[in-house]
């Protein structure tokens, strides 16, 4: 079980405000990334806020993505990558790289995303929720928060 899970906090739409990475290499985690990232014009849906706590107050002084790409390249690049809920996570990755000028194909990742939502939703489990899921596979979960959604979506995968 090699595979890098990721989550994305986002300010607007698809415009990431933070990121958690983990990496697992045989079934072991060996390494975790979490970063604030300011979005375009420092903009925020009041929604979003009351969703992940993120304000423009703590992004003001973030990097912006491109400044992040380099640190989420490392970690995703040729790798099986696991979200809870893809799609969004991969749209999120995709229309920020599409954003700064960046190719998603030169990730080497394309179609090679694992969904936790998919995989619990197909052993029966409902809501699958990332909350739902945590709860009762008794995973530890701070909801909302990028690197304790991405742990909790590695672990997950583990369990699957």
Request: with cysteine; charged share 25%; hydrophobic share 40%.
């Amino acid at each position: 079980m090699t595979f890098t899970a990721i989550d994305f906090e986002t300010a607007t739409a698809y415009h990431p405000c933070s990121v958690g990475i983990v990496m697992v290499e045989n079934g072991v985690v060996v390494d975790e990334f979490v970063t604030l990232i300011k979005p375009p014009n420092n903009e925020y849906n009041p929604f979003t806020i009351k969703v992940h706590g993120i304000s423009p107050r703590d992004t003001a002084n973030a990097k912006t993505f491109i400044e992040v790409f380099p640190e989420i390249q490392k970690r995703i690049q040729n790798r099986v990558v696991v979200a809870h809920n893809e799609s969004f996570d991969r749209n999120v990755l995709i229309k920020s790289m599409l954003l700064y000028g960046l190719n998603y194909e030169d990730l080497n990742i394309g179609s090679r995303w694992e969904c936790t939502v998919k995989i619990y939703k197909s052993k029966g489990l409902k809501p699958t929720k990332l909350s739902d899921c945590c709860r009762v596979m008794n995973i530890k979960l701070n909801h909302h928060e990028a690197l304790s959604d991405a742990r909790a979506c590695a672990e997950l995968y583990l369990l699957k």
